[in-house]
């Protein structure tokens, strides 16, 4: 069974500063991909950013990048130029076959 | 424009009755996913179809029921089997065959709340 963790609860950034938020997974699976999704207070589940497993370079979109570490089983977040509209639940995914499992979430705030 | 729609946004049960929740997507996707969602917990998968006329339950499907007749069209019921069915629940679909093939994207949800 594949299992998602998301070891932190809340975090916190300033505005303009740079933030990191963890995800560890467990699967026996080879072939599988890892997402980071944002809800913001509408609720609304969108798309941050997405990575293949067989990939070694990291996935970056604008401000968002991963480092992921496969042997480790690691797919950190990194935010940088924090801005007001990242605050939201974040949830780290990893998919197989059609499915994704889901982390519990980290709640960011980012203070003015 | 192309999306996925849940319909109502917000729902009031009450006791013993069954309610269905609407989930419509034009993005042309294969599959389609519903997932309920409590506080303080991620997503967990009710049922998934990836075929028209052909669903499979997923980790918490008891008190549930959907149907797949049209390939834009993917309801759930909730059932008065289901003796909490408090919580947000999420439609998602994905395109099959693609680069992109695990991707799942969201519909806005829909609150469901017990009278």
């Known amino acids: 069974a594949q299992t998602v963790t998301q070891s932190q609860p809340e975090m916190s950034v300033q505005e303009a500063e740079t933030v990191t938020l963890s995800c560890t997974y467990d699967?026996?699976?080879?072939?599988?991909?890892l997402f980071w999704y944002k809800q913001p207070p509408s609720r609304q589940m969108i798309l941050v950013i997405r990575?293949?497993?067989?990939?070694?370079q990291n996935a970056t979109e604008n401000r968002f990048s991963v480092n992921f570490q496969k042997a480790a089983k690691s797919f950190s977040l990194k935010i940088s130029d924090s801005q007001l509209g990242d605050a939201a639940m974040y949830f780290c995914a990893v998919g197989y076959q059609g499915n994704l499992i889901f982390g519990k979430g980290t709640k960011l705030s980012v203070k003015p | 424009d192309g999306g996925i729609t849940q319909s109502p946004k917000y729902l009031f049960r009450k006791e013993g009755q069954n309610v269905t929740l609407s989930c419509e997507q034009n993005l042309n996707h294969d599959a389609m996913y519903w997932y309920r969602q409590d506080p303080g917990q991620g997503l967990r998968l009710i049922y998934y179809s990836q075929i028209v006329n052909d669903f499979q339950k997923g980790d918490i499907a008891e008190g549930y029921s959907v149907s797949r007749e049209k390939k834009e069209s993917f309801p759930l019921t909730v059932t008065s089997a289901q003796k909490n069915p408090t919580a947000f629940y999420l439609c998602?679909?994905?395109?099959?065959?693609?680069?992109?093939?695990?991707?799942?994207?969201f519909g806005p949800g829909t609150r469901l709340l017990v009278l």
């Open positions: 998602a679909s994905r395109l099959q065959g693609a680069t992109t093939q695990e991707t799942q994207y």
């Open positions: 699967t026996s699976e080879s072939d599988y991909y």
């Open positions: 990575q293949e497993a067989y990939k070694q």
